[in-house]
């Protein structure tokens, strides 16, 4: 079993950045791919972004030029660095990670973009 805690979210103006974390433990030997997801009320979950265990990564169309995913193998450990922020990305962000075939979440943070 994977356990994934993700950092708090919170209100963020319009214009402005947020960083999120998520530190994965656990069974965390043969994690492979990190990411990041998105539920807004009323809509379905989506993806936001995915770094694999190779470094490379994919964006969402929404979340392109704007928010940049990395991670720390050392400390088992996924970022999200989202800028330029806009009510539309108002969401619950839910960390990811797989491991041999099996999907872990973590138990989502709220952000918030409003004046």
């Known amino acids: 079993q994977v356990q994934l805690v993700e950092s708090r979210g919170g209100l963020v103006q319009p214009g402005g950045s947020l960083r999120l974390s998520c530190a994965a433990s656990g069974s965390i030997f043969g994690i492979g791919a990190m990411g990041w997801y998105r539920q807004a009320p009323g809509k379905q979950r989506e993806l936001v972004a995915v770094?694999?265990?190779?470094?490379?990564?994919t964006y969402a169309d929404s979340a392109k030029g704007r928010f940049t995913i990395s991670r720390d193998n050392a400390k088992n450990t996924v970022y999200l660095q989202m800028n330029s922020l806009n009510p539309e990305d108002t969401a619950v962000y839910y960390c990811?990670?797989?491991?041999?075939?099996?999907?872990?979440w973590g138990q989502g943070t709220q952000v918030t973009v409003s004046s």
């Open positions: 990811y990670c797989n491991r041999g075939g099996s999907g872990y």
């Open positions: 770094i694999f265990s190779s470094g490379g990564t």
